[in-house]
């Protein structure tokens, strides 16, 4: 079947990678809204823990028919839990409290360059040229954000603590992203999501039960549940689609829709009012992430051989 003969994507599979993007999103605004009426700790373990209760009548029974396969990955599922539901998203709730929604989306979209460079390492994947050069291209944007307006501000000042947490969690995720696919874990999507929140909500109960009392009211419990719900099982499962009906090249072209979104939401809900530096750096940070995402040769040095 040549290319014109491929028959065109139905338009409903297109919302799939769409909402998850949006959801997302709107999670950044969720997670700015929560640092002046929960603790990060408590939100949290909240938020997994719920999430975790939601999931249990539809995962339990897959991981329990699993559970000979699946006991022998629980250090790598273990692993994975950490990075992706305790690091990313607990250093997130964090940094909420000294940096902007708008910076976080901004910074968050930085996740698929950040994979590329992280599989450059572990992996031993070798970059391609256009890989490199968006590197440079949002490293120049990331600049321009966060030192507002004037990069030369970084040397002297230094980057806002917010800032260089989220930039941690988005590492930390890209990392688990890359491990993600190395270890190709033999068991269902569902059944692998529920034990590594089981294995986040294990990590994040020591600061939940060491952190100042943070109860639940009026003005946290809707910010609980929207984190439980929507961005925790709804955009995985949305996501999954995407990438099953897509493909995952083309639905991951949808996250760049991600730092825009923000960016909107923030401005009408947060009162974020963007500046031009916002604008500018912004669109050197996500022209960078798609030059990277291009697919041209690898580059050709060689790698040399380790160990004896």
């Known amino acids: 079947m040549t290319r014109a003969d491929t028959p065109p994507i139905p338009a409903r599979y297109l919302l799939f990678p769409m909402l998850a993007a949006l959801i997302w999103s709107v999670n950044m605004i969720v997670t700015k809204m929560a640092a002046g009426v929960i603790s990060p700790a408590v939100i949290g373990f909240y938020r997994w823990a719920l999430a975790g ?149 294990l990590f994040q109960l020591p600061a939940f039960l060491m952190a100042a009392p943070s109860p639940l009211n009026a003005a946290n419990v809707p910010l609980v549940l929207y984190a439980a719900i929507f961005p925790s099982l709804f955009a995985p499962f949305l996501w999954m689609q995407g990438v099953k009906h897509l493909g995952p090249n083309r639905a991951s072209i949808f996250l760049n829709m991600m730092p825009v979104a923000t960016v909107a939401i923030a401005a009408v809900f947060l009162d974020e009012k963007p500046h031009i530096f916002h604008i500018v750096g912004g669109a050197l940070a996500l022209a960078g992430v798609m030059l990277a995402q291009m697919r041209t040769p690898r580059l050709g040095w060689r790698t040399g051989k380790t160990g004896g």
């Open 53 to 201: 209760v939601v999931l249990t009548p539809f995962a339990l029974p897959g991981v329990w028919a699993q559970r000979r396969l699946i006991l022998p990955y629980l250090p790598k599922f273990a692993v994975l839990g950490g990075l992706g539901m305790a690091l990313y998203q607990g250093l997130a709730y964090v940094a909420a409290s000294s940096t902007t929604a708008t910076n976080m989306g901004i910074i968050t979209a930085m996740i698929p360059l950040l994979t590329i460079a992280v599989g450059t390492v572990v992996l031993r994947q070798r970059p391609t040229l256009m890989a490199m050069l968006g590197g440079l291209v949002s490293l120049a944007g990331l600049a321009l954000l966060i030192g507002e307006g004037d990069p030369a501000r970084l040397l002297s000042v230094g980057a806002n603590p917010g800032d260089l947490l989220m930039g941690m969690g988005a590492l930390a995720y890209a990392l688990y992203g890359v491990l993600l696919r190395r270890w190709g874990l033999p068991v269902g999507p569902w059944q692998s999501l529920y034990v590594q929140v089981a294995f986040g909500v």
